[in-house]
């Protein structure tokens, strides 16, 4: 039963992390990788613009010429279903990594 309990603290520690850590990004440009299902893998360039409780939001750059906006949680960064770069103005990216 300890165990359990324990589990369910690291990972509530590590998704306050993950937070925090984006928390000092909103408006950052960034890349983003998520599973798409069925071995698709969506790449696409954004902006950082909002981060809430359980989801961050990202404004994807546009296509087409409209702006799509989606959010994911945590749990999804954590568990690397989604990844984050961070664009640098050289054009290079860093891969998201948070600080403990």
Do not use: Q
């Not at 000092?24 to 409780?53: C, D, M, Q, S």
Request: proline share 3%; charged share 30%; aromatic share 8%.
């Amino acid at each position: 039963m300890w165990r359990g309990k324990r589990w369910c603290v690291l990972a509530r520690n590590a998704l306050h992390e993950i937070k925090k850590s984006l928390d000092g990004l909103v408006g950052e440009r960034v890349l983003l990788r998520a599973n798409g299902g069925r071995r698709k893998t969506i790449e696409r360039f954004g902006v950082l613009e909002e981060t809430y409780p359980s989801v961050f939001v990202v404004k994807l750059d546009p296509p087409d010429g409209s702006f799509e906006r989606v959010s994911y949680s945590y749990a999804d960064v954590l568990t690397e279903t989604v990844e984050l770069m961070l664009c640098r103005e050289d054009g290079n990216t860093t891969k998201f990594v948070v600080e403990h």
